[in-house]
């Protein structure tokens, strides 16, 4: 997860209208939904990521837990190459190269990608209750050894 990062979906002056991102209308995602890594590996093998999104429940807080929350059927999990930031886009947002749909229980897994760092985004379906989020995440040997667990926020 990387922190404190700003994303500008505005126009510029070469422009008409607004840029358009792959980010637009996402928020940061808790820095628990991914394994994140602090320091990368001098030379990141390929790697996946795999797990559950869900949505906050409408129970009083403290009371909803993993195993209680509502699961996120039809959520778009995409995976960003990281590229270079921009005005526009300062957390850098590169190519799209993988993207599934979660399945009856709310589980994906991505296809296993190049070692490197990736945006991903989580977006439930149209008309959901709830936003959706994005995460950096690095794909190496060792990030599909615990599956995240994505928790969308209410709108």
């Not at 994906?108 to 936003?131: D, E, K, M, R, W």
Request: hydrophobic share 35%.
């Amino acid at each position: 997860m990387v922190a404190g990062v700003t994303i500008a979906c505005g126009g510029d002056s070469s422009s008409t209208g607004p840029v358009a991102t792959p980010l637009a209308g996402l928020v940061p995602g808790a820095t628990n939904d991914s394994s994140p890594v602090t320091t990368p590996p001098p030379s990141p093998t390929p790697g996946s990521f795999h797990g559950t999104v869900m949505g906050h429940s409408p129970f009083p807080p403290g009371t909803d837990t993993l195993s209680t929350l509502p699961r996120i059927v039809g959520a778009r999990v995409t995976a960003y190459t990281h590229g270079q930031p921009t005005a526009t886009d300062t957390l850098g947002v590169g190519q799209q190269v993988a993207s599934v749909t979660t399945d009856a229980n709310g589980r994906f897994q991505l296809p296993t990608l190049p070692g490197g760092l990736y945006i991903v985004t989580i977006a439930p379906p149209a008309g959901s209750a709830y936003q959706g989020v994005y995460v950096a995440a690095m794909a190496y040997e060792h990030s599909a050894d615990y599956p995240w667990w994505v928790v969308l926020p209410l709108k």
